[in-house]
């Protein structure tokens, strides 16, 4: 399937007004956290109640079970079912277990007026697993872009390649995060999966753009190297338009058809599609390309110091 045959577009011809651009939106995404007073974090964060809930007739449909717990007020938990019982984890908003306890179990009781409902263990999760589970996610990411720059500086032979990849990663993690807190959804581990899978999906779709430049590289190495980047990147834009497009439409399908459970997730990737084609084309590709061009220039002014000399 081609939308367009071919196109002619100079992408590199304003690359510096696309980093400023940038910039810029990292800008409002850093305005965003100040205004919002920083993350929503969820109950993997910051502790909160856990508490098992027994049906005499366990044949209850989850949704109904959501819309007691939230009538009872406790906004802010989750849902985990098994065959006979459902645990109910949730922020810690009010004053002691027990009212918590009698809060949610009256209100599910009254949805449920023909199930009788046992409660089972009713504890408070501590603060410290948020704190384990805090210095899991960081560490996810920077093992993550760590190998990821080594496999982008070993695979096209430059560190600076591999660099201006993973500014495109964090760009699109830093923008996709802002979106979450813009729009104050919790910050859990859902949440850390989607923006790990953002970022596999640009660098995937980085990777790709610049394996074809570098194959350019060699058979136009008569033409400038911006003529070889505009060629390279005009070559696979209807495969870059494609696949995000799959991406984006999966991913909105999810949002509006994946029910409470995936709505994050799905949110997190209809943004991160999008930012993850962005980034490909208009931040690391002019970062490279000014890198680049600086070091070729560089090394001109070198050679021509050196035959002056002789």
């Keep these: 399937m081609q939308f367009f045959k071919s196109t002619n577009i100079n992408f590199i011809k304003n690359h510096r007004k696309y980093l400023a651009v940038s910039g810029l ?4 995404a850093i305005a965003v ?14 502790g909160g109640m856990l508490m098992q809930i027994f049906f005499q007739d366990s044949n209850v449909d989850l949704k109904d079970v959501r819309h007691a717990v939230e009538e009872s007020g406790v906004k802010s938990f989750e849902l985990q079912s098994s065959e006979n019982f459902i645990i109910i984890r949730a922020k810690k908003n009010v004053e002691s277990r027990e009212e918590f306890e009698n809060l949610v179990k009256n209100s599910i009781q009254s949805k449920f007026q023909n199930n009788t409902v046992t409660v089972g263990k009713v504890e408070y999760v501590g603060p410290s697993v948020g704190k384990y589970l805090s210095k899991q996610a960081i ?7 760590l190998g990821m720059i080594v496999y982008v500086a070993f695979r096209f032979k430059s560190v600076v390649w591999g660099v201006a990849a993973i500014i495109g990663i964090i760009f699109d993690v830093i923008m996709s995060f802002g979106f979450v807190v813009f729009a104050n959804k919790e910050v859990s581990i859902i949440v850390v999966a989607a923006l790990l899978t953002v970022a596999g999906y640009s660098i995937n779709d980085t990777i790709v753009l610049f394996d074809r430049i570098k194959e350019n590289l060699k058979f136009y190495a008569k033409e400038s190297f911006a003529a070889v980047m505009n060629k390279s990147m005009n070559q696979v834009l209807v495969r870059t338009v494609v696949t995000a497009l799959t991406v984006f439409f999966v991913s909105c399908s999810l949002f509006f058809l994946g029910g409470e459970v995936l709505h994050t997730f799905a949110y997190i990737m209809v943004i991160g599609t999008v930012l993850g084609v962005f980034s490909s084309i208009f931040i690391c590709i002019p970062l490279v390309y000014e890198c680049e061009t600086r070091r070729i ?9 050196k035959d002056k000399k002789f």
């Design 25 to 28: 939106l990292l800008l409002m």
């Design 33 to 46: 956290f100040i205004y919002r007073g920083g993350p929503n974090y969820g109950i993997d964060f910051t």
């Design 139 to 145: 560490f996810a990411f920077l093992f993550a872009f």
């Design 297 to 305: 220039n560089r090394i001109k002014i070198e050679n021509n110091a």
